[in-house]
T-cell receptor, first 113, second 110 residues
């Protein structure tokens, strides 16, 4: 999982609570990404950041928020507005934004009780 | 949408056999990448093929790209039980985000 860490590995949340998923990379990459994966499906892009202090909505940003105050960190907050948050969340980074290889973290499995 | 779509959805083979999975997409691309995901883990990059390339090799992996048919194939030769995983293709265009397909689940039986 090469230089990207995500924590926690498993997270349980009660309905109505906000939770924050951590993503840290020591690869000195400019770009970082958050994806959501549902069982048996591919990855869908939630948010991405091309460079520190910048971020953009992906395809399914509603109910999520992010920040990119440091180059190495890109935390994702799942808010109570997200209707169906139970999923596997993957963080990735790449040297620059665009069609280069992405490096993935090990993922966080979020379950809403 | 430029979404990649892998085929088949699931594939079971015996150890030692070759495994072939395909990816189709809808719009022009700059490159196509294949990733592997073991159950409950992150994705690992396998190989990238650019739009002006037709074939690439990496160890037991062989990837082809046919831009006229908007399709790619991933061949794993002499498969091993450790190759059991999901395999995803991702298409990329300049300045745009990756689009991942739903994946092929490969089971290699010992």
């Amino acid at each position: 999982d090469g230089g990207i860490t995500q924590s926690p590995k498993y997270l349980f949340r009660k309905e109505g609570q906000n939770v924050t998923l951590s993503c840290e990379q020591n690869l000195n990459h400019d770009a970082m990404y958050w994806y959501r994966q549902d069982p048996g499906q591919g990855l869908r892009l939630i948010y991405y950041s091309q460079i520190v202090n910048d971020f953009q909505k992906g395809d399914i940003a509603e109910g999520y928020s992010v920040s990119r105050e440091k180059k190495e960190s890109f935390p994702l907050t799942v808010t109570s507005a997200q209707k169906n948050p139970t999923a596997f969340y993957l963080c990735a980074s790449s040297p620059q934004y665009g069609g280069n290889e992405q490096f993935f973290g090990p993922g966080t499995r979020l379950t809403v009780l | 949408s430029q979404q990649g779509e892998e085929d088949p959805q699931a594939l079971s083979i015996q150890e030692g056999e070759n495994a072939t999975m395909n990816c189709s997409y809808k719009t022009s691309i700059n490159n196509l990448q294949w990733y592997r995901q073991n159950s409950g883990r992150g994705l690992v990059h396998l190989i990238l093929i650019r739009s002006n390339e037709r074939e690439k090799h990496s160890g037991r992996l062989r990837v082809t790209l046919d831009t006229s048919k908007k399709s790619s194939s991933l061949l794993i030769t002499a498969s091993r039980a450790a190759d059991t995983a999901s395999y995803f293709c991702a298409t990329a265009r300049t300045g745009q985000n990756f689009v991942f397909g739903p994946g092929t689940r490969l089971s290699v039986l010992p």
